[in-house]
């Protein structure tokens, strides 16, 4: 098998065993902020950042759910990083943010975090504040999840039988997910530009 092959292979057996479960659980937290305007928030680092952006951007477009990256604003993410730590930038965005009950916060990560271990540490630290406040939280990461994935309201675990290609597999099925999520018809609010031109407005 050539790994090409082999890549296709693994990827579409993670994707076959993505809880159905997980995925309802996640669009029955989603649908109440929607209807009650709370806001949400999203968060990751390296490729998980740039999934925040773009998954942002389609929340904030394709449901109505008003959303934000935490990770967009650079000067105010590396003037946080700078005065106050890399640990605990994005919770100071949160805070800053006033970020409240009302409102969910949706992690992006390849393993989940662990504070212990010294790894994203800001996202450790932003999901904690997000529980001792009370907001509803989300993740998608790879399993078993790591710390976000034992505290979160709606976590969604993508596993990855090889654990070689962990963080690729992992990461191309984050985006499976939120576009998953934002064409849920108890969700989504508008098309894409595609199949408004198809299908019709």
């Not at 790994?3 to 579409?12: C, P, V, W, Y």
């Not at 640990?87 to 916060?105: E, F, G, M, P, T």
Request: glycine share 8%.
């Amino acid at each position: 098998m050539d790994f090409i092959e082999e890549f296709q292979n693994l990827t579409i057996e993670s994707l076959a065993h993505i809880s159905q479960q997980q995925v309802h659980k996640a669009v029955d937290v989603l649908r109440p902020l929607q209807a009650s305007r709370g806001r949400l928030f999203i968060a990751g680092s390296g490729g998980g950042a740039g999934h925040a952006s773009h998954a942002a951007a389609d929340f904030r477009r394709l449901t109505g759910i008003e959303s934000y990256a935490l990770g967009d604003n650079v000067s105010e993410l590396t003037a946080l990083i700078n005065d106050e730590s890399w640990s605990d930038s994005y919770k100071l965005i949160l805070q800053q943010s006033r970020v409240n009950q009302n409102d969910a916060v949706l992690f992006f990560s390849v393993g989940g975090g662990d504070e212990g271990k010294n790894i994203s540490t800001n996202l450790v630290r932003a999901a904690k504040y997000s529980k001792e406040i009370g907001c509803k939280i989300l993740c998608v990461v790879g399993a078993p999840g790591g710390y976000i994935a034992t505290i979160a309201d709606a976590p969604i675990l993508i596993p990855v039988s090889n654990r070689a290609r962990l963080t690729p597999v992992t990461e191309s099925l984050q985006a499976y997910v939120w576009h998953l999520l934002v064409s849920h018809p108890e969700l989504s609010v508008r098309r894409a530009m595609w199949e408004s031109v198809e299908h019709g407005k």
